[in-house]
Every structure is written in structure tokens, then in C-alpha cells.
């Protein structure tokens, strides 16, 4: 038998029903049901009601009538979060609004570089957006056909491209907010020099819904580059990594968009769990990188990162390294990196860990970690992959997905002590790209200064005095 959540009253009902119409309101238990959960089926909720607001104004009066009541809301997008940030609780009391409705690219400019679209548009069409007019929108994810601009902001959404372009606060100029009384915040700034008070758009940017509800936004787009070329590399050492990070920034500059990394235990995930993949490199190595480099026109990109790699092959720095100069070389090595997520499913239960360090760090840290993982559990297999060049590991820890829940949930809290105190003493960050939501809720409080969390709760409780906006998430 299904649970359902308590009826709002009839009198809330018809008032949503008034603002939003039949398209806007579902009440459908079993429709309702693929917002309740997340996508990996981590985080189980029942929302009161969804809302589907078509435009910022409906979006506002839904807000106002949520203000009025006291009744919490959940804003969502995509539904793609890794971390169960726009996933209702149990209670029935959540109100979930849902932003994919607001599909519009309302404003795409050239030569100001910039494009204006609404929070539910979907990664993918404003990159195509872009495209279509000569630019480049460089955020990328695995999830880029389903996640919706709305929640890379509410998340900070890092991806690929970090290393050159930055993460979603660097390529957002200006947002349109409605707050959780109702009324709207129109911060859409298309301009790189304001210096008139706070910057209030970084108040929401990252905030996971508990401030406010993104509606639309000013994004930056950039000239398309034509020319790519990436490398597959072998290395020893984790700190012979790093040397060939620095030779490939100093040589090429800002044409390195991506420096990834990972092990060969990875690796070895990929191969064993995904099809139509192979190994780049003809041996095994204690540690691989994937490199790209693009620039926005022709020119000898694959010679320059040739030059560099051959000095550092000299130098005992790389072992060997295979050069993908076309699309289906560097597609197949791609593949590769973004088989990695898909392998874990299939492999075992993970206790995952998306962290961030300073670059210089990482090499200690990862021997570090490694010891105290085992220490917690000697057999424990750690799959160690990430964003090298921003510094953003995958630090996770796999074991089989026979393991009863009973040792299992245990066995998470151990190890997110164990790597998340050797984080905070590198001076690095637990949450790096997938927001904290329930995940890392608690842990936040315990690592956040006294001082840092106490002005997080000043800034919620002045914009949100009432406490409705996605309670129980980030603070």
C-alpha cells in the first residue's frame, strides 16, 4: 500500500490551483512520485503537493501564499543533485516547486557576450543556445541533458571545464530572484564592473534553494573554440602528476581546459563494468591523466602539448602517452573519465567524498588518506579519481553490494571522519562541486567555524525569517 502524504487544506489547494492552472498543480500521487526521489534512489520524500509555475510571476505568488501560510517549500530542477538537496522529507509538509517549466532564453547578445535564460532551461539547450550564435558555454556535466540551469546555480555546479573557465558563480553575472515572501529580486546585471554594495547575486549562488528561488539568470558566454586536441597520460607518482600539471599551464596557458585524473584501480573499474571502452595506453600505471587543450583557432595545439609531454617523458615525469588529435580518439578517452560514475553503481556500495584541496596538498594527502581508509578497513578498495587541475578529488571508498546496511551505515560515517578530518587539516573543503543537502548537512556544522556557520544562519534568518526555504538542507 502507498503512503500519501496529508492534505493541504482545500482552501491552499484552489489558491495554488488559481495561480498555476491544471498544467501547474500535481496532486497525482504516482505522478508525484518521480519528485519524492531523488535520482539515485538515496533520498525517499513526500511532498504535500508539486507546483509547476510557468513564469516568475506565478512563481512569485506561490511564494507569497507559502509566505502567508508557513508552509516549507522545496525548490527543484532537474532532480539530478548528488547530494538529496531537493529531495522533500518524510513529512508531508514540503511543498515541492518545480522549475522546469520556465523554459525561456530570453536574451542571447553576441557581442556583450552574455545570454539571459530561465532557471528550468536545461544545460544542454542553452549551450546549444550559445552555439547557435557563434559562443561557447563552457559548463559541462554527465548530467548536462537533464540538469537545469537553475540547479547548476543553486549547486555551484562545477564539471569539466573548471580549470580554464571556473565553476557556475564565475559565469554568472546577474540572477532574478523571488524571495520567500513573495517578492522579486530582478538582479539581472549584464555587466562585469558593478561596484554599488553587496554582491547579492553570491548570496544565492550555492545557497541549494534555502534562500530564495532562482528564476532566471545572466550567464557568460564565450568565443567557440574550433581547435582540440587531448593526451592520455602514464604516470608513477601523484607528485610527478602535479610537476606535468605546472610544465603543461606554464607551456600552454590558458588553452589547458582539463587536466584529469585517475588511478588505475579506476581504470580497472571502468574496464570491468562498461562496454565498448579500452585501455589508452598499451601498459598499466599507478596513476593516469587525461589532457585537454583548445584554443578558438587552428593552429598547432597538437604540437604544443607534444613538446611538452616529450620533455617530460625525458625527464622520467611521464611513462608513456598517447595523443587523441581527432573526435573519435578524443571521445573514446572521454569516455573513458565518465565511465568511472557508471562503474561504481555497478561494482558495490560507495561511500563517496567530493572534496577540494590546494593543488600544491594533494600528494600527501592522498598517501595520507590512504593509510587511514585502511586503517578503518584494511580490505577496503578506494577509487580515486577527479578534476586534478582545480584541485577536486572523487576520493571514494567501494566495498561490495552485498553488504548489509547494519555494517554498512556504520562504515560510512567512520570513513567520512577519517578522509574529511585530513581535508580540514589541508585547509581543503568536503563538499567541492555537488552541494551539501542532507549528505553533508551535519558533517558542515562540525567543520564550519563557530564564526563562518553563525553568519550562514544571521544571512538565512534575515532573508528567510519564517524558515520555509528547503529546511533540513545545508545549515
Given at each position: 500500500?502507498?503512503?500519501?502524504?496529508?492534505?493541504?487544506?482545500?482552501?491552499?489547494?484552489?489558491?495554488?490551483?488559481?495561480?498555476?492552472?491544471?498544467?501547474?498543480?500535481?496532486?497525482?500521487?504516482?505522478?508525484?512520485?518521480?519528485?519524492?526521489?531523488?535520482?539515485?534512489?538515496?533520498?525517499?520524500?513526500?511532498?504535500?503537493?508539486?507546483?509547476?509555475?510557468?513564469?516568475?510571476?506565478?512563481?512569485?505568488?506561490?511564494?507569497?501564499?507559502?509566505?502567508?501560510?508557513?508552509?516549507?517549500?522545496?525548490?527543484?530542477?532537474?532532480?539530478?543533485?548528488?547530494?538529496?538537496?531537493?529531495?522533500?522529507?518524510?513529512?508531508?509538509?514540503?511543498?515541492?516547486?518545480?522549475?522546469?517549466?520556465?523554459?525561456?532564453?530570453r536574451d542571447v547578445d553576441p557581442l556583450n557576450n552574455t545570454m539571459t535564460v530561465e532557471a528550468g532551461v536545461l544545460l544542454a539547450h542553452?549551450?546549444?543556445?550559445?552555439?547557435?550564435?557563434?559562443?561557447?558555454?563552457?559548463?559541462?556535466?554527465?548530467?548536462?541533458?537533464?540538469?537545469?540551469?537553475?540547479?547548476?546555480?543553486?549547486t555551484n555546479a562545477g564539471g569539466i571545464a573548471v580549470l580554464r573557465y571556473g565553476n557556475t558563480r564565475d559565469l554568472v553575472l546577474g540572477?532574478?530572484?523571488?524571495?520567500?515572501?513573495?517578492?522579486?529580486?530582478?538582479?539581472?546585471?549584464?555587466?562585469?564592473?558593478?561596484?554599488?554594495?553587496?554582491?547579492?547575486?553570491?548570496?544565492?549562488?550555492?545557497?541549494?534553494?534555502?534562500?530564495?528561488?532562482?528564476?532566471?539568470?545572466?550567464?557568460?558566454?564565450?568565443?567557440?573554440?574550433?581547435?582540440?586536441?587531448?593526451?592520455?597520460?602514464?604516470?608513477?607518482?601523484?607528485?610527478?602528476?602535479?610537476?606535468?600539471?605546472?610544465?603543461?599551464?606554464?607551456?600552454?596557458?590558458?588553452?589547458?581546459?582539463?587536466?584529469?585524473m585517475l588511478t588505475e584501480e579506476s581504470l580497472q573499474l571502468v574496464l570491468e563494468h562498461v562496454t565498448d571502452v579500452r585501455r589508452p595506453?598499451?601498459?598499466?600505471?599507478?596513476?593516469?591523466?587525461?589532457?585537454?587543450?583548445?584554443?578558438?583557432?587552428?593552429?598547432?595545439?597538437?604540437?604544443?602539448?607534444?613538446?611538452?609531454?616529450?620533455?617530460?617523458?625525458?625527464?622520467?615525469?611521464?611513462?608513456?602517452?598517447?595523443?587523441?588529435?581527432?573526435?573519435?580518439?578524443?571521445?573514446?578517452?572521454?569516455?573513458?573519465?565518465?565511465?568511472?560514475?557508471?562503474?561504481?553503481?555497478?561494482?558495490?556500495?560507495?561511500?563517496?567524498?567530493?572534496?577540494?584541496?590546494?593543488?600544491?596538498?594533494?600528494?600527501?594527502?592522498?598517501?595520507?588518506?590512504?593509510?587511514?581508509?585502511?586503517?578503518?578497513?584494511?580490505?577496503?578498495?578506494?577509487?580515486?579519481?577527479?578534476?586534478?587541475?582545480?584541485?577536486?578529488?572523487?576520493?571514494?571508498?567501494?566495498?561490495?553490494?552485498?553488504?548489509?546496511?547494519?555494517?554498512?551505515?556504520?562504515?560510512?560515517?567512520?570513513?567520512?571522519?577519517?578522509?574529511?578530518?585530513?581535508?580540514?587539516?589541508?585547509?581543503?573543503?568536503?563538499?567541492?562541486?555537488?552541494?551539501?543537502?542532507?549528505?553533508?548537512?551535519?558533517?558542515?556544522?562540525?567543520?564550519?567555524?563557530?564564526?563562518?556557520?553563525?553568519?550562514?544562519?544571521?544571512?538565512?534568518?534575515?532573508?528567510?525569517?519564517?524558515?520555509?526555504?528547503?529546511?533540513?538542507?545545508?545549515?
Amino acid at each position: 500500500m502507498s503512503t500519501q502524504a496529508p492534505s493541504l487544506s482545500t482552501a491552499f489547494l484552489q489558491k495554488l490551483h488559481a495561480i498555476v492552472g491544471d498544467a501547474g498543480l500535481v496532486q497525482d500521487e504516482q505522478l508525484k512520485q518521480s519528485h519524492d526521489i531523488d535520482w539515485l534512489g538515496k533520498w525517499k520524500g513526500l511532498s504535500s503537493a508539486v507546483v509547476r509555475p510557468a513564469n516568475t510571476a506565478e512563481v512569485a505568488a506561490v511564494m507569497r501564499l507559502c509566505h502567508e501560510t508557513r508552509t516549507p517549500v522545496v525548490t527543484q530542477g532537474g532532480n539530478t543533485g548528488m547530494s538529496g538537496g531537493a529531495t522533500p522529507d518524510d513529512s508531508g509538509a514540503q511543498l515541492v516547486l518545480c522549475t522546469t517549466r520556465l523554459t525561456r532564453v530570453r536574451d542571447v547578445d553576441p557581442l556583450n557576450n552574455t545570454m539571459t535564460v530561465e532557471a528550468g532551461v536545461l544545460l544542454a539547450h542553452a549551450q546549444r543556445a550559445a552555439d547557435e550564435v557563434n559562443r561557447y558555454f563552457p559548463l559541462s556535466l554527465g548530467s548536462e541533458g537533464s540538469c537545469t540551469i537553475g540547479g547548476n546555480l543553486a549547486t555551484n555546479a562545477g564539471g569539466i571545464a573548471v580549470l580554464r573557465y571556473g565553476n557556475t558563480r564565475d559565469l554568472v553575472l546577474g540572477v532574478e530572484v523571488v524571495l520567500p515572501n513573495g517578492k522579486i529580486w530582478n538582479g539581472l546585471r549584464a555587466l562585469r564592473k558593478d561596484n554599488t554594495g553587496y554582491s547579492l547575486r553570491d548570496l544565492f549562488i550555492g545557497s541549494e534553494g534555502t534562500l530564495g528561488v532562482v528564476t532566471a539568470a545572466v550567464l557568460k558566454i564565450f568565443p567557440k573554440p574550433i581547435a582540440r586536441v587531448s593526451a592520455w597520460l602514464g604516470c608513477d607518482d601523484m607528485l610527478g602528476l602535479l610537476e606535468v600539471l605546472s610544465r603543461v599551464r606554464n607551456d600552454c596557458g590558458d588553452r589547458l581546459v582539463a587536466f584529469e585524473m585517475l588511478t588505475e584501480e579506476s581504470l580497472q573499474l571502468v574496464l570491468e563494468h562498461v562496454t565498448d571502452v579500452r585501455r589508452p595506453l598499451a601498459g598499466s600505471h599507478r596513476y593516469h591523466a587525461l589532457v585537454e587543450l583548445a584554443d578558438t583557432r587552428e593552429g598547432e595545439l597538437g604540437s604544443l602539448l607534444e613538446t611538452t609531454l616529450e620533455a617530460a617523458m625525458e625527464d622520467g615525469l611521464v611513462r608513456d602517452a598517447a595523443i587523441g588529435s581527432n573526435l573519435t580518439q578524443r571521445q573514446a578517452f572521454w569516455k573513458v573519465r565518465e565511465g568511472i560514475s557508471q562503474a561504481q553503481v555497478r561494482a558495490g556500495k560507495a561511500i563517496k567524498h567530493d572534496i577540494a584541496l590546494p593543488i600544491s596538498r594533494l600528494p600527501q594527502f592522498v598517501d595520507d588518506a590512504l593509510a587511514a581508509v585502511h586503517q578503518v578497513k584494511a580490505d577496503a578498495r578506494v577509487i580515486n579519481f577527479g578534476h586534478m587541475g582545480d584541485g577536486n578529488l572523487h576520493f571514494n571508498v567501494l566495498v561490495p553490494l552485498d553488504t548489509p546496511d547494519a555494517e554498512f551505515h556504520p562504515l560510512i560515517q567512520r570513513m567520512n571522519r577519517a578522509v574529511h578530518d585530513l581535508v580540514s587539516a589541508a585547509g581543503g573543503s568536503i563538499s567541492a562541486e555537488h552541494g551539501v543537502g542532507q549528505l553533508r548537512r551535519d558533517e558542515l556544522r562540525h567543520y564550519k567555524s563557530e564564526t563562518e556557520f553563525g553568519l550562514m544562519l544571521l544571512i538565512k534568518q534575515s532573508i528567510d525569517p519564517n524558515q520555509i526555504m528547503n529546511p533540513g538542507k545545508l545549515i
